[in-house]
């Protein structure tokens, strides 16, 4: 795989962007860092997720936002994408990208898509969802999966965690900064009424916030119906994909949907 370090920005900032093999289809894919995982992404797969890619005739750039792996910690993620983005159209010549990953940095592709219309498409993995009755629904049976001696001591720690006045574990949205669900409609509603291609592609693994797929109902209400959106809902997964077989199933259909929404990005 033929891969070549660009730099952008003003303060030594790099990553690496894997040129598309074959007919390129103008577009030009940017994987975010998560947390505190850095440019490979998780168990290296956006590494396998560019190989993917690339072969379709997409260039792909992963680089590390300010504070992790090699980057600096001046400026904003928001500044050093559209910095990232400067870069590439220069180098690719398109000014088309399609953005995301998993975790935070979907968090960060819905905010960039809401701010920068050289965004075009989004690329989802494990962003927000809302909690309501579905939610408690899945975590109750959750627990009715453990055995009983199990189940005693999870009730065990709870009544002693509720009776010491300790507070309670920090939620996803605590590390997440989400916004609120109406803001995040209405958000995705101008992204995608101007064309922007989204996939919303949720695991098994954030069961703080997810645990049944109807709470994707409460999540998007009537945008579940819009051509430009799918979702998707794996409860097998877990959050980083530990198992092989599974960054390879991911990676697929992230490959199969990104290939398949181009086109009509394209059109729009």
């Known amino acids: 795989m ?22 390129r289809r103008g577009m030009t894919v940017v994987l975010f860092n998560a947390g505190l995982l850095h440019r490979p992404g998780p168990l290296r797969l956006h590494v396998d997720l560019a190989d993917r890619l690339a072969q379709a005739g997409f260039d792909v750039f992963r680089f590390d936002l300010p504070g992790i792996g090699d980057a600096g910690m001046r400026g904003t993620a928001q500044e050093k994408v559209e910095q990232a983005f400067d870069a590439l159209a220069a180098r690719t010549g398109s000014s088309r990208f399609l953005v995301g990953g998993i975790c935070s940095a979907a968090d960060l592709g ?21 909690k309501n009755v579905w939610y408690h629904v899945g975590r109750l049976k959750l627990l009715l999966r453990n055995s009983p001696a199990r ?16 507070a309670p574990p920090p939620a996803a949205e605590d590390y997440r900064n989400w916004p609120s ?23 098994g693994g954030v069961t703080g916030y997810l645990t049944h797929g109807r709470q994707l109902v409460a999540t998007y209400g009537r945008l579940r119906g819009h051509p430009g959106l799918r979702l998707e809902f794996h409860p097998e997964l877990d959050h980083l994909l530990f198992a092989a077989s599974d960054r390879r199933r991911v990676v697929d259909a992230i490959g199969r949907w990104v290939e398949e929404s181009v086109p009509l990005a394209t059109a729009a």
């Open 110 to 130: 819905w905010r960039m898509a809401t701010i920068d219309d050289r965004v075009d498409g989004l690329i989802l993995v494990d962003p927000l969802a809302v």
């Open 181 to 203: 669900p109406e803001e995040s409609r209405s958000g995705l509603a101008r992204a995608l009424d101007r064309g922007v291609r989204v996939l919303g592609f949720y695991t």
């Open 151 to 166: 189940l005693l001591r999870k009730l065990v720690r709870w009544l002693r965690r509720l009776s010491s006045g300790e």
């Open 2 to 23: 033929e891969e070549e370090v660009l730099s952008f920005g003003e303060d030594g900032d790099f990553g690496i962007l894997t040129p598309a093999r074959g007919p």
